[in-house]
């Protein structure tokens, strides 16, 4: 076994130097998705310094931080009513990996980071907003599947 054999099976999130590294990425990130007119009008009103802090957690998430997790209903909120577009989505996504493959992320590895964001898409792309009528719905199916749960174990 050599050293490298030991990186590859610590988790991404140590592998590439944790939050310190994190934050760089999603700095120089913002920076090329703010250059684009359709993404900066959608972040006007938007409190960067929090939302940074939201990335850095989702990031960590996406790259194998051990007891990461991010909650779903977070990422659905803050993207609901946007009517991002499949297209934007995409364009984000190229923008990430050119930050990812310049901050020298192996390939094998963008690709699983891009398979864990490409998993909450459905949080992202053209989501809803939810009346408030609707809460209580959506409150009471999550209820309802905890309950399901439950009796499964
Ligand atoms: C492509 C993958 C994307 C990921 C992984 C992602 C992730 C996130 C995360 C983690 C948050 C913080 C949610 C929270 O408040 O806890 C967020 C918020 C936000 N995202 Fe995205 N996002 C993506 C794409 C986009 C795109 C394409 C846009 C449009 C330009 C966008 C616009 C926003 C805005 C404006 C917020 C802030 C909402 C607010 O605080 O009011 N996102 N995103």
Not at 90 to 107: G, H, P, Q
Request: hydrophobic share 40%.
């Amino acid at each position: 076994m050599n050293i490298g054999d030991v990186i590859v099976k610590k988790n991404l999130f140590d592998k590439y130097g944790g939050v310190t590294t994190i934050k760089l990425i999603l700095e120089k990130f913002y920076k090329i998705l703010l250059s684009r007119m359709w993404a900066k009008k959608m972040f006007i009103n938007v409190d960067m310094e929090k939302l940074l802090l939201h990335q850095i957690q989702f990031v960590s998430f996406a790259m194998g931080k051990p007891e990461s997790e991010f909650d779903d209903e977070r990422l659905r909120k803050g993207h609901a009513g946007l009517k991002i577009t499949e297209e934007q989505y995409d364009e984000t996504i190229d923008i990430l990996v050119k930050v990812l493959t310049d901050f020298r992320v192996k390939f094998a590895d963008i690709k699983l980071i891009g398979n864990a964001i490409e998993s909450k898409k459905h949080l992202i792309v053209n989501v809803p907003v939810i009346k408030s009528l609707d809460k209580k719905k959506v409150r009471k199916l999550n209820e309802q599947e905890q309950y399901n749960k439950t009796k499964l174990v």
